[in-house]
């Protein structure tokens, strides 16, 4: 019989953390790299520079934070916020002297069309240099929340309750969901404006 040979698999491989080839090559090509994460709440994206001992983190920005700096009222999670979300980043990253970056996507499966994507868009559109197929981008009304603008719209007339039920934190936090193209822009220009001025 013929006998088997263990291979170890990395703890955090196995946990769905660390893809080991990808930061190889990010390792080898010593360029900062552009990671991005979606969770229930909050999208966030971060600029590091790969070390052995230990990842550096350049700049760093979170959906959390758009509503306190920028005034942003609407969803933290949604096309909207991780376009402008990446606009941020890619802003932060023009304010520190970063040019460019590589997209490191780890163990996560990447969706055209997704909120990564739409992230990546933000922060391309704001500066940084990344590589990537524009195809993978949402649809540029999507971004803007004209999808949102126009279910709103159609809620608002055939059902009224579900749209005061589906709208509810949206309108509470001041925002109706017809006026989400237009906050978006007003939201996209304060944080270019805030950012030329710390240049």
Request: net charge positive.
């Given at each position: 019989?013929?006998?088997?040979?263990?291979?170890?698999?990395?703890?955090?491989?196995?946990?769905?953390?660390?893809?080991?080839?990808?930061?190889?090559?990010?390792?080898?090509?010593?360029?900062?790299?552009?990671?991005?994460?979606?969770?229930?709440?909050?999208?966030?994206?971060?600029?590091?520079?790969?070390a052995a001992d230990g990842d550096l983190t350049l700049c760093e920005s979170s959906s959390r934070s758009l509503s306190k700096r920028y005034g942003?009222?609407?969803?933290?999670?949604?096309?909207?916020?991780?376009?402008?979300?990446?606009?941020?980043?890619?802003?932060?990253a023009q304010n520190k002297k970063i040019a460019e970056a590589r997209v490191y996507s780890g163990v996560s499966m990447?969706?055209?069309?997704?909120?990564?994507?739409?992230?990546?868009?933000?922060?391309?559109?704001?500066?940084?240099?990344?590589?990537?197929?524009?195809?993978?981008?949402?649809?540029?009304?999507?971004?803007?929340?004209?999808?949102?603008?126009?279910?709103?719209?159609?809620?608002?007339?055939?059902?009224?309750?579900?749209?005061?039920?589906?709208?509810?934190?949206?309108?509470?936090?001041?925002?109706?969901?017809?006026?989400?193209?237009?906050?978006?822009?007003?939201?996209?220009?304060?944080?270019?404006?805030?950012?030329?001025?710390?240049?």
């Amino acid at each position: 019989m013929a006998k088997q040979h263990y291979i170890q698999i990395f703890k955090r491989r196995r946990d769905g953390k660390t893809d080991y080839r990808k930061r190889r090559g990010l390792i080898q090509g010593r360029k900062p790299f552009l990671a991005v994460r979606v969770s229930n709440k909050y999208v966030y994206g971060q600029i590091m520079r790969p070390a052995a001992d230990g990842d550096l983190t350049l700049c760093e920005s979170s959906s959390r934070s758009l509503s306190k700096r920028y005034g942003w009222k609407g969803s933290a999670k949604n096309l909207p916020s991780a376009y402008l979300t990446g606009y941020v980043l890619g802003k932060l990253a023009q304010n520190k002297k970063i040019a460019e970056a590589r997209v490191y996507s780890g163990v996560s499966m990447f969706v055209h069309g997704s909120r990564i994507a739409a992230f990546l868009g933000g922060a391309k559109d704001a500066g940084l240099q990344l590589e990537f197929d524009e195809k993978i981008l949402p649809d540029e009304q999507r971004i803007k929340g004209n999808h949102i603008s126009d279910y709103g719209k159609k809620l608002s007339q055939e059902s009224p309750p579900r749209y005061d039920e589906i709208f509810s934190k949206t309108i509470s936090r001041g925002l109706k969901p017809e006026d989400y193209p237009a906050h978006f822009e007003q939201v996209k220009e304060s944080i270019e404006s805030k950012s030329s001025s710390k240049k």
